[in-house]
């Protein structure tokens, strides 16, 4: 039988894979997988702040029309 420990993080692990998942899919920025690609690609910049950052992305993702089915 699983302890109790061992229970909560296996259940905070499947929580936070399945909040990936829902960002994912809704289109969410991640910002801290965006914090390791400036930190690994561009480590002579200063990375946006995360207000910055979803301003950025929504802007991205609405300002272009033709980018969209719908």
């Known amino acids: 039988m ?3 420990a061992a229970w909560m993080a296996r259940a905070r692990r499947r929580a936070a894979a399945v909040g ?3 960002r994912t899919v809704l289109g969410a920025p ?3 997988r965006y914090l390791a ?3 690994e690609r561009h480590p002579d910049q ?3 702040s ?3 950052f979803v301003q950025r992305r ?3 993702r609405y300002d272009k029309p033709g980018a969209r089915c719908c």
């Open 37 to 39: 690609h400036v930190r």
């Open 2 to 4: 699983i302890g109790r």
């Open 58 to 60: 929504l802007r991205d």
């Open 50 to 52: 995360r207000a910055e």
């Open 30 to 32: 991640d910002y801290d």
């Open 46 to 48: 200063v990375p946006l």
């Open 20 to 22: 990936r998942v829902l």
